[in-house]
Each structure stands twice: as C-alpha cells, then as structure tokens.
C-alpha cells in the first residue's frame, strides 16, 4: 500500500496487497491518499496514479453530486458502515466506463487528521448472474403465465367437448331408447298377430267354406249372416293393423297432422257405417240428430280413427240387445262428443290405468283386444288441444267423451 503520510510497515502493505478487495484511503478533502493494487487494477490506473486525485475521478458523473454531500456527512461520523444501503454503487474506470460496486467504508484517525479507507468489491459478475437470473426468472414467468392461458383455453375447450359428448350420448340413448321401444312393439305386434289374428280369421275360413254350402237360393239368409260375419272380422282386423300404424307414427315422430275445417256429419256418418258392421244381435246405436250445421276445425282423419275406437269399444264391450248412442253437445268454446253404453263398465281400481298402453281391465281379457286404442287416442287429443274423459261404473255402462275446442 503506497501510504502518503501513514508509515505502518511492511506487514500492513503486505496484508493490503494480498486481499482481493481494493482499497482506497481518502483524506478530509477526499483525495485519495492511497491504493492498493487491487484498486488501481479495478479502476484502471498505473501503481500511484491515483494519489493525489480527488475522489470524484472514481465515481460516475450522475452520481457526483448526491456522493459529495453523503461523503461529507460521512466524513462527521466514525462508525465503520456499508456504502449504499438499498442503492446500487457505481466506480468509474479511467476509461470512463461505469462498473457496479460494493463499498464499505470505515473512518479512522492518525497523526491528527481524519481518513477515511473504503474497501470496495467489483460486483459486475455478481449484478451480471442476478441479472441473467432475473431474465430467467421473467422468462419462465412468461413462459407459466402463456402455459397457464394454454391450458386454461385447454380447460374450456375440454369443458365444451364434455358437453357436446353428453349431448350426443344423450341423443344416442334416446335413440336407443326409442329403437328399444319400436323393437317391443314390433314383438308385441308379431306376438298379437299370432293370437289376435287367429281367431278372427278361422272365423273367417269357417263362414267362407259355409257360404260356399248354402247354394239353394232360400238359403239368402244365412249366405247373408256369414258375409256380415266376415266383413266385420276383416274390419275387426284392419282396426288392429291402423292402431299398430298409428303407434308407429307416434313413436317415430313420423305422424303428419292436417287442421281442415270440415263437417262433423261427413266423419260421423263413415264411423256409424263401419261400427255397423261390427254390431251384435240386437244392438243398435243412435245416432246425434243436430249435427248437421256443425263443422270442426281438426284434423279429419284422426277425429275419424278416435270416434271410431270408441264406438267400436263400446260395441265391443256391450252385450247383445243394448244401445249405443252417440250425443253431441255444442259449447261455446266446445264440442263434446259422447259415446255412451250399457256395457260392462271399467271396474273402478283399474280405471286409472285405462289410458296406458297395452293396459286391458280385468273384465275385458275375455274379450280380444289390444290395449293400444285408448293410448293412441289419448296421444292425439294431447298433441291437437283436445282431451278425452270417461265415467264408467261396472256392469251398468261407459260414457266417453271427447272435446274438441269450438273455433
Ligand atoms: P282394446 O279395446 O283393444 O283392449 P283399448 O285401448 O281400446 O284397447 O281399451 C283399453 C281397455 O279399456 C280395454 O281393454 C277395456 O278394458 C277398457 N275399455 C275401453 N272401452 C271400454 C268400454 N266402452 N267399456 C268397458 N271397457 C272399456
């Protein structure tokens, strides 16, 4: 160390030179009284270059200033202390580049006046880590932070396709559900054929082959009585196959609904018609006598296929020498249709079951039958705005009623 006025020996020269630090002494009117080698070589000056120079050669010129009234207030004091504090420290080199610096500075006295030594560590390899440090750190924040919106874009376009699945699993099971319900009906069909159909057509075969025999021309009669009887089982079984054909139309959404204004005549006269051929010894039906100005606005063929399931029931389910009569009654905002018999009647614990498919009272399982047409008339009315009703006691009789709204 190349001490000015300061005469401490080798020991302390030795001890100056060896550390890697460099040290500066400055006087009260900070110039630098001495250096050592590690200072020079940091800020770039030959061996005692520096002595003699104010202090400011090593600071940077922003700095001046600010470093002037710090190192004059320091000067006051005695404690040894860091340079700095929070700030970051600048040196200038004789080049006039700038480097970061650590200072500590510690004040001593000797032979009467004030120094102070400053010990100062060169802290660009450091700021340069903390720096590329910092980079690293903003670069993986950049990186967590695109990461984050990617997945979160992940996370909802994941949510969509959850639900675009849901929907089309939901759309296949109802698919399936309904391909379930048209393989049932199928079966039951097939079932129903076989034992529904049998019996109407032996029916059938029987009074062909009779016909064939009474070939005597008084035998007209009975020629006659098998012709009816065929002619109402065929239409007994045409009745089964339009109630399967419904059905089907139904469940597929496949049926085709068409409002027309149209009399109520026209439709009632084709049902009464066919009913006819369906009648038992001694039954009759009386037909409504005031219909003849009454027009609906309704679906035509489906008033006629429900009138004629409920005449037909009530033929069906009526014994020999009853009546069957049919009343219209015009409301305001309705037409009531009724079709009331004296019939074995609904037995009450079953009523409320009348209206499901394929559901069949007690009382009736003597008599053939499907189960369906109540379902599918119930079906139609619900989708026109209609609605059917019944009351019914057992063994006295069966009034069913639709309502047609009056427009
Ligand atoms: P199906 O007559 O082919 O059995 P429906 O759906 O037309 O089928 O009728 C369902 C059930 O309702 C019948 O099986 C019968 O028990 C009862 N039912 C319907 N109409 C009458 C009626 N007029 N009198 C007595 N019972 C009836």
Redesign the pocket.
């Known amino acids: 160390m190349k001490v000015i006025e300061a005469k401490k020996g080798n020991i302390f020269r030795i001890l100056s030179e060896a550390i890697s630090e460099g040290i500066i002494i400055v006087n009260e009117k900070q110039e630098i009284v001495a250096s050592n080698e590690a200072a020079d070589k940091m800020f770039g000056y030959e061996a005692r270059e520096l002595i003699g120079q104010p202090l400011n050669v090593l600071i940077p010129h922003d700095f001046k200033s600010s470093h002037h009234v710090h190192a004059r207030e320091f000067m006051k004091q005695s404690e040894p202390r860091k340079m700095g504090h929070g700030r970051d420290l600048y040196g200038r080199r004789k080049d006039n580049t700038i480097f970061p610096v650590e200072a500590g500075l510690n004040p001593f006295s000797t032979g009467g006046s004030r120094y102070v030594m400053t010990l100062i560590t060169d802290i660009s390899v450091r700021k340069e880590q903390e720096e590329e440090i910092k980079n690293l750190n903003y670069q993986l924040e950049q990186k967590i932070e695109e990461r984050t919106v990617a997945l979160q874009e992940s996370v909802l376009e994941l949510k969509a396709e959850i639900t675009k699945r849901k929907e089309a699993e939901k759309r296949i099971s109802e698919a399936l559900k309904k391909e379930r319900e048209l393989g049932e009906l199928k079966t039951k069909f097939l079932s129903l054929v076989s034992h529904e159909f049998k019996t109407p057509l032996s029916g059938i075969l029987t009074s062909a082959t009779l016909v064939s025999k009474y070939t005597e021309s008084h035998q007209q009669p009975q020629r006659e009585k098998h012709l009816h009887i065929i002619k109402s089982k065929v239409k007994y079984l045409d009745n089964i196959l339009n109630d399967f054909l419904s059905l089907e139309r139904l469940d597929t959404g496949k049926t085709v609904f068409r409002f027309d204004t149209f009399p109520l005549s026209r439709v009632m006269n084709e049902v009464l018609y066919n009913a006819n051929m369906l009648l038992k010894e001694g039954q009759h039906i009386v037909y409504p006598d005031n219909i003849d100005d009454i027009f609906i606005y309704f679906d035509e063929k489906i008033m006629e296929l429900s009138l004629s399931?409920l005449v037909n029931?009530?033929v069906?389910?009526s014994p020999e020498n009853t009546v069957i009569k049919v009343v219209v009654i015009l409301e305001e905002e309705n037409i009531l249709i009724k079709i009331i018999?004296q019939?074995?009647?609904?037995p009450e614990a079953e009523q409320k079951h009348?209206f499901d498919r394929y559901?069949?009272?007690e009382n009736?399982l003597l008599t053939q039958?499907?189960?369906?047409?109540?379902?599918i008339v119930k079906s139609y009315m619900d989708a026109l705005g209609g609605s059917i009703s019944f009351e019914?006691t057992e063994n006295k009789g069966?009034t069913?009623t639709l309502t047609i709204p009056n427009k």
């Open positions: 399931n029931n009530a069906k389910y018999d019939g074995m009647g609904i009348i559901f069949r009272a009736a039958g499907t189960g369906i047409g109540l379902n019914s069966s069913f």
